[in-house]
């Protein structure tokens, strides 16, 4: 379980700071002063190259995202947390085959 930060311990508690000593003189200009990150997360690459392949799906009926956990839970389609159901792969799945197929012009347009 990850450490709540009251929890962790500050290395650098009780140091004085490198500008008081004069240490960061001769520091490259990029690290002498970091600017404040604010209370925004930094974006992982992982999560800038996931973003390109996400998808947001609306359905008609609120049962039917309810219905896909349960078959991707049935047919033992887990998430990597080996708990979830791992819905995207579930629908990615059952929808390859019908695109494929609406490619080939073989499913008429609605």
């Known amino acids: 379980m990850p450490l709540k930060d009251e929890d962790r311990r500050d290395p650098f508690a009780g140091l004085e700071p490198a500008d ?19 209370d925004e997360r930094k974006v992982r690459p992982s999560e800038r ?3 390109r392949r ?5 359905f008609r009926d609120a049962s039917i995202p309810e219905r896909l956990r349960k078959l991707a839970l049935e047919w033992d389609m887990l998430a990597p947390d080996r708990e979830s159901p791992a819905v995207s792969e579930l629908v990615e799945y059952m929808l390859t085959p ?3 197929a609406a490619e080939r012009g073989e499913v008429a347009p609605p």
Do not use: D, I
């Open 54 to 58: 996400q998808l947001s799906v609306t």
């Open 49 to 51: 190259r996931r973003r």
């Open 20 to 38: 008081e000593l004069g240490l960061t003189s001769h520091l490259p200009p990029g690290l002498r002063a970091r600017p404040p990150r604010g």
């Open 98 to 100: 019908a695109l494929e």
